[in-house]
């Protein structure tokens, strides 16, 4: 895997979330398939930037672990496959918040179609604001 932007890890009690974030990033409810050496996981990505996605769901992947990944952007037909490293883990402490555990991942390099195709999706669409 070539290497990846880098981001300041922070730790936040149990949870590691990141810092800065590079490019706009936008609502989305796309089911997401991944494998990593053995395993395969199945989740639902609820927001994603040219730079990567979250994937929601309860089985945990260790940061710094790598994974390949495929979902499908709506209104396309072929699916897009890509290779990414989990960069940060949130768990589920109160499940009334709505806020939904799971993992961020950070895109490998993406060849060029692959990432217009992302560009495009995520171009004509408002972001999501973190508040810090």
Known sequence: MSPMKEFEPVEDGDDVSVRRREAKRVAVELGV???SDSNFYVGFANNIS????????H?????GSTVDLRFELPGEDEPVVVE??????????????GILPGFGVQ???LDDETRARIERYIE???PIFHPD
Do not use: H, I, N
């Open 107 to 109: 895109f490998g390099d």
């Open 84 to 97: 990414a490293e989990v960069r940060w883990q949130r768990t589920a402490v109160d499940y009334d918040s």
């Open 124 to 126: 004509d669409r408002e």
């Open 59 to 63: 089985q945990m992947v260790e940061v």
């Open 33 to 35: 398939t991944m494998t």
């Open 50 to 57: 040219e730079g990567g996605l979250f994937v929601a769901t």
